[in-house]
């Protein structure tokens, strides 16, 4: 199934897709697609009321309406650094031996085609393309990485824009490079496993004002999202809605010579395979 949430922000409303012109509205039912909805087996009981809407012809047609992420907003969002082998080259630094964590702030999360707004004083402002990972179930320490195949929900596309100057020379940990309003835009879906055929063989692409800047492959993932969701789980309990950013391949601005940064006015476009593209203007600070 292909979840996705329509409307303001704000009112969002749980829908699933059909195809590129038809979707299921599954408010009535389903309260959201967030922490309750997931923690109750929701995805169980989604594909009868999604079946049960199509025989009774209550199928509606996409038009202009927003598109918001296809999750409420999470309990948390956790994100890997480094992760692909090419973009840990670009940037100068060791494959790291473990996953290398850090947070952004859960409000940071906004719909795929959202406008990204540059926080004051930005210097250095960046773009990442990457996979997300949605928790489906509460999990702690979790036997092995077989075994966090059944606590995932789905993946997501995710920008998870960066101020690198905050990020690098502003001390302490990454998080305040990460977590200014509107830094992780996601969607536009949020695809259930069976409808990703692998998830360690997607093509990732990401340009800035038509010009392609990534280009990649959850292929070149050090650790892929069973690795990852494993390892979160021995340190942390994962909540179900929790959103898991993995990192990005290679082509960000601060790994090319010279370095490219963000302009407020710049136009954003980026997609993974089997999870939507996205489209997001640039603004300056308030």
Known sequence: MLLMRL???GAERPVVRLDAESYVDVSDEVDDFGEAFFGSDGLTALPAIVDRKRSAGDVRAFGDERVGAPIARPHQILCIGLNYSDHAAETGQAVPAEPILFTKSPNTLVGPNDN???????????????????????????????????AIAGYVAVNDVSERAFQLERGGQWSKGKSAETFN???????????IVDVNNLGLWLDV??????TGTTARMI??????????????????????NTG????????????VWLQAGDLIELGVDGLGSQRQRVLPPR
């Open 185 to 195: 835009p996601c969607g536009p879906w949020l695809a259930t496993p069976d409808e």
């Open 7 to 9: 409307g303001e922000p």
């Open 209 to 214: 004002n038509g010009v392609r800047r990534q």
């Open 248 to 259: 990005t391949p290679p082509g960000v601005g601060m790994g090319l010579n010279p370095p």
């Open 116 to 150: 990204v707004r540059l926080p004051r004083g930005a210097t250095k402002p960046d773009w990442e393309v990457e996979l997300g990972i949605v928790i489906g179930r509460r999990s702690s320490y979790l036997e092995s990485p077989a075994d966090a195949r059944d």
């Open 223 to 244: 650790f892929d999202p069973y690795v990852i969701v494993h390892h979160l789980s021995q340190f942390m309990v994962l909540e179900p809605g929790d959103l898991i």
